[in-house]
């Protein structure tokens, strides 16, 4: 790296980490502020689209980052996205196609995230600022939202909106995959086995697919760190009384309910799961009419507007090439569909709306694009690396996440910090 990039990296970190701070703590009501006449989410949509054409057109750096076979895929869908333009006769002018095709562009932070990451080296105050961060996170999506927060969002943004699950769950897989893989520490396992447990009762009550997402995390981390774990049977059992401990003490103050209280334990674990109906035993399905139906209304509610996409895409091909990217999603104009506020336009389904926009063709690219990452050579093993990135496109599955500019842009960042080679620089100790 030469010295004016080095002085740019320089200028542009502090910047560069700012803004995924405050993606962090502030999530959609952040993304909303407006500068310039525009949102902080349209502008980094449009920085994502103006990525996107720098790699297409500098295939060499793409190339030297990553390789030929990951240039061919990104070209590929991008190419297929101009191909589908052109025969839906979508307007290349209107800002809304940038929009609705964001799951193209956001793929272009993978090469800026390994470029940020690239030979740079974390210490303990680094670390330390990561748990705070956490820490800030639990509290205002927990015991209390700062009022002065609250008021500057509704007069700056176009929405305030407090943390959903989905954004929760974002910071916390950002900050314990440093933990886990970047933080030089013989305890790094257990601080993430108590931060886990205060956080998985949230994704409990908020959202069953963050919740899910969790779990898998956890379960791929403590299949992957069994070894440290059972050379360490004593510390090991002492942690996770701890953190059974924390998960009861997180439920009861967000379940605030005195007659569990008076019920004890089990009684705490029992409402947690019933607010959303997590038990699986109370969930049931039929089929009727050659669709699916589920007892449970947000299930129901998601599992018809998926059907919806795909019964419509059996039309003038769009099971191959998909409908538009001008228009709403067809089966998102059924007002039942619209949410409360009638403004909800997303299939909450990261892979049925890749379907809804690009057909077949864009689903099976982003498989290999998704496939070549897996593959691709990093510090990180396979198994490590799948255990990172599952947790975020599970949770897409049940939410709009990926539909949303903050989401993406933080996944594929984490992605390309995945690909890196960040190093723990463990004399740098105050």
Known sequence: MNIQNIKFMRFFKPIFGTFIVLTLLFGRSFMGLYLFSYRVGELLI?????????????????????????????????????????????????????????????????????????????????????????????????????AFLKSFFEVYSDKFQFLKASEILLAYLVIMILNNYYFDS??????????????????????????????????????????????????????????????????????????????????????????????????????????????????????????????????????????????????MNNPSYQGMDGTNENVHNYLINIYARGGLIHLLLFFLFYRRVLLASSNMKTLEKLSCISPFLIVSMFDSSMESPSFPFIFFLVIGMLLSNIEFDSNKRK
């Open 186 to 331: 013989k305890n790094n396992i257990y601080y993430f086995l108590l931060i886990t447990a205060l956080f998985l009762p949230i994704f409990l009550v908020m959202s069953r697919g963050s919740a899910l997402a969790c779990i898998i995390f956890l379960t791929f981390e403590l299949f992957i760190h069994l070894n440290k774990l059972s050379k360490t049977k004593a510390k090991t059992l002492i942690v996770f009384s701890l953190s059974t401990l924390m998960f009861l003490g997180t439920s009861y103050v967000i379940v605030e309910d005195e007659q569990i209280e008076k019920e004890g334990q089990i009684a705490v674990v029992e409402n947690i799961l019933s607010v959303k109906n997590t038990n699986p035993d109370k969930i049931r399905f039929s089929f009727v009419n050659n669709r699916i139906y589920s007892s449970d209304g947000n299930i129901n509610w998601r599992l018809q507007i998926w059907q919806d996409v795909l019964e419509d895409s059996n039309s003038n091909f769009n099971f191959l090439k998909g409908a538009n990217y001008s228009q709403k999603i067809n089966a």
């Open 46 to 146: 449009l920085f994502a689209f103006i990525l996107t054409l720098y790699l297409i057109f500098n295939k060499d750096r793409f190339v030297i980052e990553f390789d030929s076979n990951f240039y061919k895929l990104f070209l590929l869908i991008n190419s297929t996205f101009l191909i589908f333009v052109v025969i839906n006769r979508d307007n290349l002018l209107d800002p809304y196609v940038y929009k609705s095709s964001l799951y193209i562009w956001t793929a272009s932070f993978i090469l800026l995230g390994k470029i940020i990451f690239k030979n740079l080296k974390l210490n303990i105050n680094h670390i330390r600022f990561f748990y705070f961060l956490l820490f800030v996170i639990y509290i205002i999506s927990v015991v209390h939202y700062p």
